[in-house]
C-alpha cells in the first residue's frame, strides 16, 4: 500500500488548514491496511506537530518518502517533488494567469495532480470542498459590518474565535435591527450562507414579500440565477444555455437594489456573464445595498465594487459609488464590501475537519483500492509528463 505525505503549506501567508487532522490519520491507517502516513512538520498548521505524535503519526521535515501528499492550497514551484501523486487546489482549470507556472512545473516534474476542485460525483457536482465554511464565515461577516457601521453591537471576526461554536456564540444576547438579506446562490457556499441564517433564526421570505414588504426584523431571500439572469430576446430561461452562452443573458437584479441593505454574492461565476448591476445603477438615489459579502471574490466578476481582494487581517474597505473608488470603510454614505479570498481559513479546526472526513469517505477508497467510478482517473488533470486528454484544453495555457 502507499505511503501518504501530508504537506506544509508553502504560501504566503501560510494556509492554517490541513486536508487529515490526526485523528483522520489514525481512521486511515485502521481503514485502510498497510497504509503509512508522514506529516511534514509545520508551525503554522491548526493542529500542532505534537497533536499528531501524541497519535503515534511520524512527523518529518523531509516528505520526499512518501508516494502521495496531500496539501490544500498551490503547492510553490520550488517545493515540488517530481514523480509523486498530489492533492491539492491548484486553480489552474480555469487558466489562471498567476498559476502558469505552476502547472508548467507540474508537467516537467512527471507529477500526477489531482486537484480537489475536479472531483466529481457523476451529476457534476463537487465531491470535496470547503465551501460550506465560505459562506458560513461570509455570511458572518454581513452582520459583523452591519455591527461596525451603524455603530450597534461589535462582533470578532471568526479567525479571533477558537472555533465555530465560539463565534455562533457572540450571537447571545445581541438584539439584531431590521436588515433585508439577499443571498444569491445555489451551492456549497450559498448553502453555507443559508445554514448560518438558520443558526441565527434570521426569517426567510420568498421573493415578491422581500420586494414588497418592510419587517420589524432581519430578513433574508435567497436567489438563484434564473431569479436574476433573463434572456435578453424574452425567451424561457434555460439554466445550461445560460452558462454555453451568457451574451444572451442581461441582469434582472435590478429590483432588488432597490430592496436589500445587505448582499451576499455566493455564486458561481465565468467570464462572459454580465455583472448584477454596473457602476452607474450604484449611483442611483433608490439603490439601498450599503453591506456586500463577496464570499466568491471573483475579480472582475459580477460585483463592480470588487476592485481586488482583501486579507483576514485587513478584510473590508469602502465604496464610494459617486467616485467609483475604494475609500475608507464605515463611513455614512459609502458601501462596504468584504472580498476575502480564502474565508474558510477563518476556522481551520471545524474546515479541517470536515474536509478530511470528506476525503477518508469518498476519495480515499478511490485512490488506494480501486477507481472504479473513474472519480480519480476524471480529477487527473496531470500524469506522465503531460496533461491528460479530459484536461487538454489547458494545453495552450501549459505550452
Known sequence: MATIGIIREGKNPPDLRTPLTPEHCLEIIQKFPGTHILVQSSASRCFSDEQYINKGI?????????DILLGVKEVPVDDLIADKTYLFFSHTIKKQAHNRKLLRSIVKKNIRLIDYETLLWDAGNRIIGFGRFAGIVGAHYAFLMWGKKYGIYHLKQAFECSNMQEMYAQYHGISLPPMKIVICGDGRVAHGAIEFMKKLKIHH???EEFLENEYDHPVYVQLRSEDYYQRRD???WDKSDFYKHPEDYVSSFQPYTKAADIFINAV?????????????????????????????CDIPGPLPSTSR???????????NQFLESETQS??????????????????PLDASVEFGEQL??????????????HIIKNATITQNGALTERFNYLKDYVD
Open 234 to 236: 424574452g425567451r424561457e
Open 309 to 319: 481582494s482583501t486579507t483576514i487581517d485587513n478584510p473590508i474597505y469602502g465604496y
Open 268 to 296: 458561481f461565476w465565468k467570464e462572459g456573464i454580465p455583472p448584477f448591476f454596473t457602476k452607474e445603477e450604484m449611483k442611483a438615489k433608490d439603490f439601498c445595498i450599503k453591506i456586500i459579502s463577496d464570499i466568491t
Open 58 to 66: 511520524k512527523v518529518v521535515e523531509d516528505i520526499s518518502g512518501a
Open 360 to 373: 477518508i469517505r469518498h476519495v480515499l477508497p478511490h485512490l488506494l483500492i480501486a477507481d472504479k467510478d
Open 205 to 207: 421570505v420568498s421573493q
Open 330 to 347: 464605515f463611513l455614512p454614505n459609502t458601501i462596504d464590501v468584504q472580498a476575502v479570498g480564502n474565508l474558510p481559513c477563518e476556522l
